[in-house]
């Protein structure tokens, strides 16, 4: 009976003890601290943006919408953005396709060049092009020889918004391409398709909702950029001067109620942007899950 015992309590203290239950209040208490993290650092900003936007009256704030200076800011932030993304579009689809499709010297580094607009800063970015093509820079004579200004002009705007842009369509596409890997183009190839057949036809159809995602992506940072842009645009007021930096001398010339009227704007840009990355987002869930779908049923 003596040697029973022992045995007993061994086994009992062998056994694995029970998990105890979370806490009810743990999630409650958590979610409750998020919620209110995001009314701090989000909510109440864009709140206090509308607000003071609207303080004068719905009459001021349309007329400071339209105001000259203003709507020369909103034109040439358009104009940057027009240029860019498109730009950026062929860019990024092209570096993607050649970096997750196939193999090439250089590989390496065509990726550390795609992320380097994500270390640098933005206005490091533009006191290298002022650096560049600024009147005492290395292209500056022959610029100044030709008649051709790039600095404290609109094409420095573009060239500064191109730079700080252009690795979201490309950073975008490369992971999801790689998931994708290359057996159907391969076997495109192997029925008589011919490179570009398979891009339009295969490549370029699977990506579709990853690329538009990088556009809008794309889209927000070029018409928000504010300090590549500020350092090569002179600030010239009705020239050179895009929404951000309008905002900046507004809010420098104690105009606040003007200011945040143009502030709403980028505020609705913004809003519009969470909602289409919603959008694309449940739509290319909603592919993938019906492309696993599809698989599963092929394999049975």
């Known amino acids: 009976m003596s040697a029973v015992l022992p045995a007993t309590v061994a086994v009992q203290r062998a056994a694995p003890r029970k998990r105890r239950a979370p806490?009810?209040?743990?999630?409650?208490a958590l979610t409750v601290l998020a919620l209110a993290y995001l009314a701090l650092v989000l909510f109440l900003p864009l709140a206090v943006?509308?607000?003071e936007a609207l303080r004068k009256g719905f009459d001021f704030y349309l007329t400071a919408l339209a105001e000259p200076d203003a709507l020369a800011a909103m034109r040439l932030t358009l104009i940057a953005a027009a240029i860019s993304v498109p730009l950026n579009l062929i860019f990024g689809v092209s570096a993607a396709w050649a970096i997750a499709k196939f193999d090439f010297r250089g590989k390496a580094v065509l990726i550390t060049l795609i992320d380097l607009p994500f270390s640098v800063s933005p206005v490091i970015a533009g006191l290298i092009f002022v650096l560049l093509f600024g009147r005492m820079g290395w292209f500056g004579p022959w610029l100044a020889e030709h008649d051709l200004k790039v600095i404290f002009a609109v094409p420095g705007i573009v060239l500064a918004t191109i730079f700080v842009t252009f690795p979201f369509v490309a950073r975008e596409l490369i992971p999801l391409m790689q998931a994708q890997g290359r057996e159907e183009e391969e076997a495109a190839a192997l029925l008589g398709a011919s490179g570009w057949q398979a891009f339009w036809r295969i490549t370029l159809p699977n990506v579709k909702?990853?690329?538009l995602y990088g556009v809008v992506l794309t889209n927000a940072r070029a018409m928000g950029e504010f300090g590549a842009v500020s350092v090569v645009s002179g600030h010239i007021r009705g020239e050179t001067n895009t929404l951000p930096l309008h905002i900046e001398i507004l809010y420098n010339e104690y105009n606040f109620t003007a200011s945040y009227a143009c502030a709403s704007v980028l505020a609705l840009l913004a809003l519009l942007t969470l909602?289409?990355?919603a959008i694309i987002e449940a739509r290319q869930h909603r592919a993938m899950n019906l492309?696993?779908?599809e698989a599963r049923e092929i394999q049975s």
Do not use: N, Q
């Not at 806490?23 to 409650?28: C, E, K």
């Open 291 to 293: 492309a696993v779908a």
């Open 23 to 28: 806490v009810a209040w743990v999630p409650v």
């Open 275 to 277: 909602v289409a990355k």
């Open 209 to 211: 909702w990853g690329l």
């Open 49 to 51: 943006v509308f607000v």
